[in-house]
């Protein structure tokens, strides 16, 4: 099956600056990639997501970045704000149903202010 | 709405103690899920249910049971509790929005085995 790996396990920044989280899959079928915020006491919530047909896609201070042939995706966050801080995953499946997603470990994210 | 509603939030059994997570989503989803979440793994795909009645299983089903009661409510049961299913489980429902299933996730039950 698909392995999913994720870096860092955790990361601090100062408010304002950016922060970066890459995942790498395995599977080169692989073909949609979503990314998910979760804060303490809560689930997952899906904040963006980019499928294989695309490199990179927007969503205001969030912006995710997809490299097939790496087999790679990143997610990056600018101008962080202390409400950025939580654990982040990050998931890949083939396909389109849900059941297929396999999810990387997670980065927790600490905006100092 | 009140979206995806997990119960109980907190839970302790001994080992061997059964017991039955509860989930309901009001959104109208079809397919509904149960993960698992691990320190240091992500979440991993015990049950899902792609439309009422039927279940299927995920990457780590042993040891579980599921129901998929109507299309609002997905159980998941716990026949003899074991240590090794120590975790935070989360529900999810989802429901497909052009070609992606977009999936909304319930808070979660921590459980605890002695």
């Known amino acids: 099956g698909e392995n999913v790996e994720q870096h860092p396990s955790t990361l601090s920044v100062q408010e304002g600056d950016s922060a970066v989280i890459k995942c790498t899959y395995s599977?080169?079928?692989?073909?949609?990639f979503p990314w998910y915020k979760q804060e303490l006491g809560k689930g997952p919530q899906l904040i963006i997501d980019i499928r294989s047909n695309v490199g990179e896609k927007k969503d205001q201070r969030i912006a995710v970045t997809l490299n097939k042939t790496a087999k790679h995706f990143s997610l990056h966050i600018t101008e962080t704000q202390p409400e950025d801080s939580a654990v982040y995953f990050c998931a890949a499946s083939q396909g389109t149903g849900a059941n297929n997603l396999f999810f990387g470990t997670g980065t927790r994210l600490t905006v100092i202010p | 709405n009140a979206g995806v509603t997990q119960t109980p939030k907190f839970q302790v059994l001994k080992t061997g103690q059964s017991m039955t997570l509860q989930c309901a989503q009001d959104?109208?989803?079809?397919?509904m899920y149960w993960y698992r979440q691990d320190p240091g793994m992500g979440l991993r795909l015990i049950y899902y249910?792609?439309?009422?009645?039927?279940?299927d299983k995920g990457e780590v089903p042993n040891g579980y049971n599921v129901s998929r009661l109507n299309k609002r409510e997905f159980s998941l049961r716990l026949e003899s509790a074991a240590p090794s299913q120590t975790s935070v489980y989360f529900c999810?429902?989802?429901?497909?929005?052009?070609?992606?299933?977009?999936?909304?996730f319930g808070p979660g039950t921590r459980l605890t085995v002695l």
């Open positions: 999810a429902s989802s429901v497909q929005r052009g070609s992606t299933d977009t999936q909304y």
């Open positions: 599977d080169s079928a692989s073909n949609y």
């Open positions: 959104m109208n989803h079809n397919s």
């Open positions: 249910s792609a439309s009422e009645g039927t279940t």
